[in-house]
Structure formats: C-alpha cells, structure tokens
C-alpha cells in the first residue's frame, strides 16, 4: 500500500510540475506578444503618439497628453502654441472656474500635422471608413487643432461648466458629437454661442476651400 501511495504522490507532483511548465509557457507567450504588437505610448484623443513624423523626438512636442495639462502650464506645446486669443480666454474662465470649485485642464490643445493625421489614420481603423472617422477627425489641413484654433477640455465638470458659463468668455463647443470641444467666438459675450454642428463631417470648414 505505501508503495502505490508513494506512486500516487509522485504522479500528483509530476502533474503539477507540468502544469506550472504549461502555465509558464503561456504567460511567456503572452508577454512576447504584447511586448511586441502593443502600443505601450501615452495616448492622446484616443490616438497613439508613437511613430510620429518631423524633426521633434519628443512626442509632447508634437501636442501629444498623457492625460490632462494644467491650462496655466507653460512647458506645453499643445497648450502654449494655442492661438493668444483662445489661450487669454480659456485661462480667464479657468480662473473663475476655480474660484467656483471647478478645475480645467487641456486634454488637447494645439496639434501638429504629424500627429492629427496619425489620429485621422487611427479613427479610420477604428470605426471601418474614411467616412466614419470624418465625423469625428478632421483632416491635418482642416482641423482647428492645427491652426491652434481648438481646445478640448475636461474633466466633465469643467465641460459643464465651460457649457454654461463659456459663452461669457467666447469660448463655444462646436460640435454636439464633442462636448469637450471648445473655440473661440469673441462675439458670444454678447450674442450667445452658434448652433452646434452635429460633427466635424458636417461643419463646411472641413472642406479645404473653406479655409
């Protein structure tokens, strides 16, 4: 009887051992493949930085965010190359915002060309067409983003805020398919914000022409 119950045991150790050796193996496998197809850079607007074009190495120089920038931070090129007059009013109402309890940061300011084609490249991949992701990316020739003329916001209290209180600043969301959009239209202070574009794909200003 101990004999077989010697053999017992050894036959419980021996698959446990190869069952370790399995588990190993697969994790192995599973580290090699996301190593190797997974983008392990800070993304931006739903978009990776990595791999982009142009002489800056660094892809904050490119407007790329890990995650929202204090409006005041001047070490930022997605803040800091963000046309004067937006910037003025944007840090005007994050001013009173905060006297207000509400905290504003850029989660995507100003944009190099690299970097919104490489948005527009990603949003073509995610939702299947060129079409599709018009609704929600402009081209590097048409987005406001470029021309350091658009800002996304957050986090939603500062949207909402922003949503209410905005206007008085001339800082309007542009498109219903994005809260977090804002630009500037001076003349809001006195006259309101416009009608929101549905998306970006119906706002003429997309179409180069329209510049």
């Given at each position: ?6 053999l ?18 697969c ?6 493949y ?51 007059a ?23 300011g ?27 990316v402009?081209?590097?020739?048409t ?50 914000c ?17 510049w």
């Open positions: 009887m101990a004999y077989f119950a010697s017992r045991t050894r036959d419980r150790r021996t698959r446990r051992v190869l069952l370790v050796s399995i588990v190993a193996l994790l192995a496998f599973l580290t090699a996301v190593l190797t197809f997974v983008d392990w850079t800070p993304h931006a607007g739903g978009a990776s930085g990595q791999h982009l074009a142009g002489p800056a190495a660094d892809p904050a120089d490119h407007g790329v965010t890990a995650e929202g920038v204090p409006v005041f931070d001047d070490t930022y090129p997605t803040v800091t190359n963000l046309d004067p937006l910037l003025g009013a944007l840090r005007t109402a994050a001013t009173d915002a905060a006297a207000a309890g509400v905290g504003v940061v850029v989660t995507s100003w944009r190099s060309p690299e970097y919104q084609e490489r948005l527009l490249d990603d949003a073509v991949i995610r939702y299947g067409s060129e079409q599709e992701a018009s609704r929600w402009a081209t590097a020739e987005s406001a983003h470029v021309h350091g003329d658009a800002v996304d916001v957050g986090p939603y209290t500062a949207i909402d805020w922003l949503a209410v209180y905005g206007s008085a600043y001339g800082l309007c969301q542009t498109y219903a398919n994005e809260p977090w959009h804002f630009e500037l239209r001076p003349e809001a202070a006195t006259q309101g416009p009608a929101m574009y549905a998306d970006p794909a119906s706002d003429p200003r997309m179409h180069p022409a329209g």
